[in-house]
């Protein structure tokens, strides 16, 4: 079974604090995806990444940067913390070629004080 | 841009009652995906269906797609309390691997 797993459940970070979103997937894909949910507006992606260190902006980018430096581990980087991205962020993998599925990592609770 | 809309926003029904819930896009597709959320977790993928099919089935879920109307359904089966969760269409556009999640049924089965 295809294991996507991310470094934390719940997080508590302050404002201004730089914090780093780590996932690691076993599975060999090529693709790996960051999103974030909130209640009311599902799930938006915020980065992309088709291979090691390739990485395409989705939806919602600012105050985020990404890096992908090995082909199973895929990182989000909040430069400086703000009480408006605490959220849900769920990681997220899948083959590439337009047909497959995308496996999800159970999710980080991010809380912003 | 949410390119799914799911309807209805939430659902209760009775163990064993049929559960239907629609999505509706706006763009050409290349596939239409279900997955399936329980609270405070991660996504789990339930079914996929591609453009050029019409129906699928899998297990208790069926699956319908209509690109004419740009409108898909998911039907659950002999409802049970285990599939109390949110349940999310994504669509994958032409083109890319990514995909563009609607904002989900919460859907609540009491036994």
Redesign the interface.
């Known amino acids: 079974d295809v294991k ?1 797993t991310q470094s934390s459940r719940y997080l508590v970070k302050r404002t201004g604090e730089k914090v780093f979103l780590e996932c690691v997937q076993d599975m060999d894909h090529e ?1 790996m ?1 960051w ?1 974030r949910q909130d209640p ?6 915020i980065y ?1 990444s ?1 291979d090691v260190k390739m990485k395409e902006k ?2 919602i980018p600012e105050g985020y940067s990404v890096s992908r430096e090995k082909k199973e581990r895929f990182s989000l980087i909040l430069e400086s913390a703000s009480t408006n991205q605490t959220s ?1 962020y ?1 990681c ?1 993998s ?1 083959y ?12 980080t ?1 991010l809380t912003v004080t | 841009s949410q390119q799914g809309e799911e309807d209805p926003q939430a659902l209760s029904i009775q163990e064993g009652e049929n559960a239907t819930m629609n999505c509706s896009y706006k763009t050409s597709i290349n596939n239409l995906q279900w997955y399936r959320q329980n609270s405070g977790r991660g996504l789990v993928h339930l079914i996929l269906i591609r453009s050029n099919e019409r129906e699928k089935h899998s297990g208790r879920l069926r699956v319908t797609l209509d690109t004419s109307k740009k409108s898909s359904s998911l039907l659950i089966t002999a409802s049970r309390a285990a599939d109390t969760a949110s349940y999310f269409c994504a669509t994958g556009l032409k083109g890319t691997d990514k995909l563009i999640f609607g904002t989900g049924t919460r859907l609540q089965v009491f036994p």
């Open positions: 996507v693709n995806f999103y009311g507006l599902g799930l938006r992606l992309f088709y989705g939806d849900m769920l997220a899948s590439s070629e337009f047909r497959y599925e995308q496996y999800f990592g159970p999710g609770r």
